[in-house]
Every structure is written in C-alpha cells, then in structure tokens.
C-alpha cells in the first residue's frame, strides 16, 4: 500500500516552455501533498505544501507564479514550470500524506531538464 | 550552521560489513527522526523512524538518537550489496503532514560484493 506516482519521469523541454508534473496517490486519499526539489548531492528542498481545494503554502524563496501547483483532487497534485530556465533543471520529488499524524510517502521524481 | 548536517560520503564497504551512518542536527525542537533509503534517481524510501531519544531495530536495521548530544545514528548488520544507495536522515518536531521535514544531504553507500 501507500504507493505514489509520478508522471512523466524524465521530461526535456526548452527554454520558455512550461512543463507539467502529475502526483497521484494511487492507493490511498491524500489529503497533503509536498513538492520537493533536489539537486545533484544536495539534500530534498521542500518547495510547497498542498491541501486538497485549498492553495499551496510556498516556501520561503520559491516563486509561487512560476511554480503553479493545483491539488484538485485527494489523489492528484499537479506541478506546472512555467517559463522554464536551465537552471529549473533538476530532480522533483512529490509526497503525499493521508491524514494528519500520517507518514509522508515519496513518488519516484521527474528528472526536468531545460535546454 | 545547518540544521541537520550529514556528511555525503562517498562510504564504500565490502558485503557483510557493519555499516554506520550518522546525522547531527541543531534544533533542539526536532522530536521525531527518520531514516530514508534512495536508490539513483528514485524517490525516498522511508526505512525506519523513531520518536524521541533511544534505540529501534527492524531486521538489520537499527536507529539510535541521542538528543542529548543532537546526534542520530542508523546501523546496517551484515550489508548487503542491494543496500547500496543514498541514505538521507530527516527530521521534524513532530510526526505528521502538518509538520514539514528537514533533510540531510544524505550518504551515499556502496556494499561490493
């Protein structure tokens, strides 16, 4: 059980473009769902906090209008690079949790690269 | 200073080793200690947790926290090549989807066999 996907797992657009990243719990209602960034050797950069029908809680630093995440649903949160740069390249990690006091189940990531 | 300090690695250890992986953090609030396992270019696989100070085991896995000296161990008995991989520490003050992780950088192991 507790099982998230994430699609696509590698995506390559160009410079300007805007890209979209879907996080499904595949098997449970999550209630949150986490955007993460990381960088090669370095640590898991929490970006924003999802709740489903409200809007995301965005980090300190990270640009909410270029950085669009939607959680329509207990199963889907969507993270859209808007206008992406090279260095928007990087690997993004979603989690989703079920319920307070729950744990935090990490997707695969998508490796974004931006030419 | 970071809040949680991991040192990268690279630790290298033939298969059967005893395999000791450690973080050090600077917040005193953190209560609740995590141990994630990522192999490349896959997300974080929660292994082990543990809530305040003391020792847990899973298998041949042990987690220890000392949170008097804001130090967190993880042990590996007996590693296996499969148990290469990065293992990143987290931490937060509390369990739950309401209170945010804080990561090391993490370590990257490798068993040879």
């Known amino acids: 059980g507790a099982v998230v996907s994430q699609h696509p797992s590698r995506v390559i657009c160009k410079s300007g473009t805007s890209v979209k990243i879907e996080c499904r719990s595949l098997?449970?209602?999550?209630?949150?769902m986490f955007w993460y960034r990381q960088f090669p050797k370095q640590s898991l950069m929490l970006m924003a906090t999802?709740?489903?029908?409200?809007?995301?809680?965005?980090e300190q630093g990270v640009e909410k209008d270029k950085f669009l995440i939607n959680h329509a649903s207990l199963t889907l949160s969507t993270l859209t690079v808007t206008s992406a740069h090279p260095e928007d390249s990087s690997f993004y990690i979603c989690?989703?949790?079920?319920?307070?006091?729950?744990?935090?189940?990490f997707g695969p990531g998508t490796r974004l690269t931006v030419t | 200073q970071k809040e949680v300090e991991q040192d990268p690695g690279p630790l290298s250890v033939p298969e059967g080793a005893i395999v000791s992986l450690n973080c050090t953090y600077s917040n005193s609030a953190f209560q609740y200690f995590m141990w994630y396992r990522q192999y490349s270019r896959k997300g974080p696989e929660l292994l082990m947790y543990t809530y305040s100070s003391g020792n847990k085991e899973d298998g041949r896995f042990t987690a220890q926290v000392d949170k008097s000296s804001k130090y967190i161990s993880l042990f590996i008995r007996d590693s296996q090549p499969s148990d290469s991989a990065t293992y990143l520490c987290a931490m937060s003050p509390r369990r739950g989807s309401n209170y945010k992780l804080t990561f090391g950088k993490g370590t990257l192991l490798t068993v040879n066999p």
């Open positions: 989690s989703a949790s079920e319920a307070m006091g729950s744990e935090q189940y």
């Open positions: 098997d449970f209602q999550a209630t949150t």
């Open positions: 999802s709740n489903e029908g409200s809007k995301a809680t965005y």
